[in-house]
């Protein structure tokens, strides 16, 4: 069973930067894919960006593409999402997930990932 813990949330203004982190424990991640998926208020959960433990390729969502940079920590079994530039409408609960089948491209859009954390806040103010 994987475990996995968000942190890193909070309250920036426009332009701002935040660094989520996602902490997963309980097995070793090598051939699994991991991603962050976010939810406002209102709306469905949304794909933000998958990295593939092992081989390291990522995918992001177009509208985070170049202000978000996904990365993982081997030795700290950690995932964090660098958000720059950050807009009002990045505001939403932002999840960790967790996909033991791993993943390419947009395949790492659709894939059902297996283990969720509980969330962590970010709200963007104009």
């Known amino acids: 069973q994987v475990h996995l813990v968000e942190s890193g949330g909070g309250s920036v203004q426009a332009g701002g930067s935040l660094r989520l982190s996602c902490a997963a424990s309980?097995?070793?991640?090598?051939?699994?894919?991991m991603a962050w998926f976010r939810q406002a208020p209102g709306k469905e959960r949304e794909f933000v960006a998958a990295i593939n433990w092992s081989r390291g390729n990522t995918y992001y969502f177009d509208s985070v593409k170049g202000r978000f940079t996904i990365s993982r920590d081997n030795a700290k079994n950690t995932v964090y999402l660098q958000m720059n530039s950050l807009k009002p409408e990045d505001t939403a609960v932002y999840y960790c997930a967790a996909a033991a089948s791993g993943c390419s491209g947009y395949g790492c859009v659709v894939i059902e990932y297996d283990h969720w954390g509980r969330g962590t806040q970010v709200t963007v103010s104009s």
């Open positions: 309980g097995r070793t991640l090598r051939s699994y894919a």
